[in-house]
């Protein structure tokens, strides 16, 4: 499984909101033009944000918040948000020869490893939160 565009565009739009609602309406065309995205994408990523009670959108042009404390957002949070996430990671080929030793025995050789990757992707993204990506691009004003 490759990890698709909307976990890095979801973040985009965290930090959209985080930086500009204080200032103005943070609205899906707002953040449309700063990922060079459709709006109509950004509606759709923000109901999947609001589903999982992490931003507030204000029906019209009322604009998005963030509904928690940016500490307590992690990049697990908004992973979780909107990818679809299975115990099952990493997909196997289908049909493997199951009268080659490897083959017959894939899912015993590599299943126990593959977990303990998919464990630390997801502990290391519990590791960054939304305020640390915040302070980050501070920089850059």
């Given amino acids: 499984m490759q990890i698709t565009a909307r976990f890095t565009l979801a973040i985009h739009t965290m930090l959209c909101i985080a930086t500009f609602s204080d200032k103005i309406k943070v609205?899906?065309?707002?953040?449309a033009k700063s990922t060079n995205s459709n709006p109509v994408i950004i509606r759709?990523?923000?109901?999947?944000?609001?589903?999982?009670n992490l931003v507030e959108v204000k029906a019209?042009?009322?604009g998005a918040?963030?509904?928690k404390d940016l500490k307590d957002i992690t990049l697990f949070n908004i992973f979780t948000a909107v990818e679809a996430v299975s115990d099952n990671f990493f997909n196997f080929h289908d049909n493997p020869n199951c009268q080659c030793p490897i083959g017959k025995n894939i899912h015993s050789i590599l299943d126990g490893h593959l977990s303990k990757i998919?464990?630390?992707?997801?502990d290391e993204m519990k590791k960054t939160n939304l305020k640390e990506l915040l302070e980050e691009t501070k920089e850059f004003f």
């Avoid at 609205?27 to 953040?31: A, D, H, P, R, V």
């Fill in 44 to 52: 759709r990523l923000l109901g999947q944000l609001k589903d999982a």
């Fill in 65 to 67: 918040f963030i509904k």
């Fill in 60 to 62: 019209g042009v009322g």
């Fill in 27 to 31: 609205t899906s065309n707002f953040i």
């Fill in 118 to 122: 998919q464990v630390a992707m997801y």
